[in-house]
C-alpha cells in the first residue's frame, strides 16, 4: 500500500511518516519546505530505515502533483501542507485562503483525475470556535475566529460536499487538539522558522537559552491557576492516530470528523512547571496580557475515536515536556 503524504516533511507529517513506515506502508511525500527542513526527509528515512520518495513541489502546481499521482500508485493521501500560523493568517489572509484552499482545490483534481478518493485531512480544534461547550464532541457546530481557522472549516465542507457528490470518496477530518512533544530519537521535533506562536516550542527555546523567559498570555481566564487549559497530545500518538485513520479510510466510504486529543487539560503554569523539572531548571516567566482570539479551555471528547478507530493516546504530559526537550537539546545546543 502506497500513501501519498503532503507536507511530510513538518511536524505532524514527519512523524505520520516514520509510523506509515514502521507498518509496512510505502511514503511518498511532497513538500514545498517553506516551514520544514530537507533534513527531515532524511530523519525519516534514518529512523524508520526506509526509503521514501520525496518531491519538492507546490501543493498549487497542478502538473507537479499529476506527475506523482502519474509516477505512483497512491491508494490514499495524508493532506497536512497549508499555512498554519494564526497571527500571519490574521495579517495575510488572501495568501491563507489562497494557499490552503488553492493546494486542497488542485490535489482533489489530481487525485480523482488519477481515480484516488481516499484522503485523510489535518484539521484542527480550532474549528470548535469560542461558543462550544467543553469537552468538543464531533457533532457540534464549526467555526473560526481567524483565517487560519476559517481554512479549515471550509476545507472540511468541501470534503464534505465532495464526499457527498461523489459516494466513492471517503474521507476523514482529524481535528487536532495541541500536539506537543517529539520523536524517542530527537532527530525529528517541533522546530518553527523565526518565533515561535505555539506554547511548546517557545518553552523549549527559553529551557535551551535562546530565550529569556516565557510568556505568559493571561492569567485571569475562569480556569483553576488563571492560564489558559489546553489538551496537549504527543505527536507520536497523533501520528498513530493517522496510521488508524488511514486504515479507515481504505477500508470505508463516506466522511467522518473525528477528535485526536487526550481529554485531558493542562494549564500553561503546568506546562511550565513539567517542562522545568524535565530540563532539570526553573523556567522564568512572566505574566503578559491575554492574547486575541484565545479561549479559556479546550479539550477533546475522546470516544468517537476509540469507537470508530480504536485509538485513544498513551503518552502523557511528563513524556511529551521530555521528548520535547531531547529533540531542543539535539537542535540548539551543540
Ligand atoms: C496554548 C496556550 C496560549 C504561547 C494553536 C492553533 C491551533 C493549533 C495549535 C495548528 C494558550 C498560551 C502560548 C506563549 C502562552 N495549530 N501561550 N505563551 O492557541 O491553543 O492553538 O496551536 O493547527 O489551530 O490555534 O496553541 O500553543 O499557541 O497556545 O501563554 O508564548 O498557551 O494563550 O492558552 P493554541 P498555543
Not at 530527537?186 to 523565526?194: Q, R, V
Not at 489546553?230 to 479507515?248: F, M, N, P, Q, W
Amino acid at each position: 500500500m502506497k500513501i501519498f503524504v503532503t507536507g511530510g516533511a513538518g511536524f505532524i507529517g514527519s512523524h505520520t511518516c516514520v509510523e506509515l513506515l514502521n507498518a509496512g506502508y510505502e511514503v511518498v511525500i511532497a513538500d514545498n519546505l517553506s516551514n520544514a527542513k530537507p533534513e527531515a526527509v532524511e530523519n525519516i528515512q534514518k529512523i524508520s530505515g526506509k526509503p521514501v520518495v520525496f518531491y519538492k513541489t507546490d501543493l498549487r502546481d497542478l502538473e507537479g502533483m499529476r506527475k506523482i499521482f502519474t509516477e505512483h500508485d497512491i491508494d490514499a493521501v495524508i493532506h497536512f501542507a497549508g499555512l498554519k500560523a494564526v497571527p500571519e493568517s490574521v495579517q495575510k489572509p488572501l495568501e491563507y485562503y489562497e494557499n490552503n484552499l488553492g493546494g486542497t482545490f488542485v490535489l482533489c483534481q489530481a487525485m480523482r483525475e488519477a481515480g484516488c478518493r481516499k484522503i485523510v485531512f489535518s484539521s484542527s480544534a480550532t474549528v470548535y470556535g469560542m461558543h462550544n461547550p467543553v469537552p468538543f464532541k464531533e457533532g457540534m457546530p464549526t467555526s473560526a475566529t481567524n483565517p487560519y481557522g476559517y481554512t479549515k472549516v471550509m476545507i472540511e465542507q468541501i470534503l464534505t460536499d465532495l464526499a457527498l457528490a461523489d459516494p466513492q470518496w471517503s474521507v476523514s477530518l482529524l481535528r487536532y487538539f495541541n500536539p506537543i512533544g517529539a520523536h524517542s530519537s530527537g532527530l525529528i521535533g517541533e522546530d518553527p522558522n523565526g518565533i515561535p506562536n505555539n506554547l511548546l516550542p517557545y518553552v523549549s527555546q527559553v529551557a535551551a537559552g535562546l530565550r529569556p523567559e516565557v510568556v505568559v498570555y493571561g492569567n485571569d481566564y475562569d480556569t483553576p491557576d488563571g492560564t489558559g487549559v489546553r489538551d496537549y497530545i504527543h505527536v507520536v500518538d497523533l501520528a498513530l492516530g493517522h496510521l488508524s485513520a488511514v486504515k479507515y479510510v481504505l477500508e470505508h466510504t463516506g466522511v467522518e470528523a473525528v477528535n485526536l486529543g487526550t481529554g485531558q487539560g493542562t494549564s500553561v503554569l503546568e506546562i511550565v512547571a513539567a517542562y522545568s523539572k524535565a530540563c532539570g531548571k526553573e523556567l522564568p516567566y512572566r505574566i503578559a496580557p491575554r492574547r486575541p482570539g484565545d479561549i479559556a479551555t479546550c479539550y477533546a471528547d475522546t470516544e468517537k475515536a476509540r469507537r470508530l478507530f480504536g485509538w485513544e493516546a498513551k503518552r502523557n504530559i511528563e513524556q511529551m515536556c521530555a521528548d520535547s526537550w531531547n529533540f531542543a537539546k539535539n537542535r540548539y545546543i551543540k
